[in-house]
């Protein structure tokens, strides 16, 4: 940006008669703000999302946990060892750029549904543990895809490529903007800052795994629930 910057008040220079169109100035930074407004406003509703799937997720699992009580007592110490090593297997999701379901997580899942499904129905369990349980398990491996499906959720490149390009622009029209004899660094520098820290900003929220932003906060909710789960 400081590059276009300099390039916009370079050719201006040359063309010191040449006319301005403020009109056109307007219109090429209308349209960047909105471009970005919009962008950052949905990567920040995106962010939430995936905190609230979060919370969704541990709710799923706590209550799982809690309907275990209607299949009979010598079945449910094995399931209630398998969902402590599930809630482990959900935990530093975020740490890396990684599949949202791991393939431990996987056979967790398939060994608790087994198990449930055997003890729902042997002798000793509860008339209504297969129409509470057995739900409840599915809402739990459910909500696994649904959080790795948010994670693939965003905007087309072409979105990206499109503010990138809108903010070189609008440097370059700045930079055309200013008179031969009214060049501030400050400025050119303070405009170019000000962008980049938004965009990157934007991208960092947007794609909360692969910069400094993370949601390595969101594995306390695991860490309570995995010590409520005796």
């Not at 703000?33 to 969704?56: N, P």
């Not at 369990?125 to 909500?143: E, G, V, Y």
């Not at 490149?157 to 501030?184: E, H, N, P, Q, W």
Request: aromatic share 10%; hydrophobic share 45%.
């Amino acid at each position: 940006m400081i590059l276009l910057l300099q390039l916009g008040h370079g050719l201006r220079r040359r063309r010191e008669s040449a006319p301005q169109s403020s009109a056109i100035e307007g219109a090429v930074f209308a349209l960047f703000g909105l471009l970005l407004a919009f962008t950052f406003s949905g990567a920040v509703a995106r962010y939430d999302a995936h905190r609230a799937l979060v919370l969704q997720e541990s709710n799923d699992i706590g209550t799982a946990y809690l309907r275990l009580d209607l299949l009979a007592p010598q079945d449910q110490p094995p399931l209630r060892q398998l969902f402590r090593d599930y809630v482990s297997s959900r935990l530093h999701l975020y740490d890396t750029v990684s599949n949202e379901i791991s393939d431990t997580t996987k056979q967790l899942q398939q060994q608790i549904w087994k198990k449930s499904v055997a003890a729902a129905a042997a002798p000793g369990a509860n008339p209504d543990a297969t129409k509470l349980l057995l739900p409840a398990l599915n809402d739990m491996i459910d909500i696994t895809s649904t959080r790795q499906n948010a994670f693939h959720m965003h905007p087309p490149a072409v979105i990206f490529l499109l503010l990138f390009v809108l903010s070189g622009c609008c440097a370059f029209v700045a930079g055309y903007g200013m008179t031969a004899t009214a060049r501030s660094w400050f400025y050119s520098i303070a405009l170019a800052v000000t962008v980049t820290l938004t965009v990157y900003a934007t991208l960092e929220v947007e794609y909360p795994r692969q910069g400094l932003i993370r949601l390595t906060q969101t594995d306390d909710t695991f860490l309570q629930l995995r010590d409520s789960i005796q």
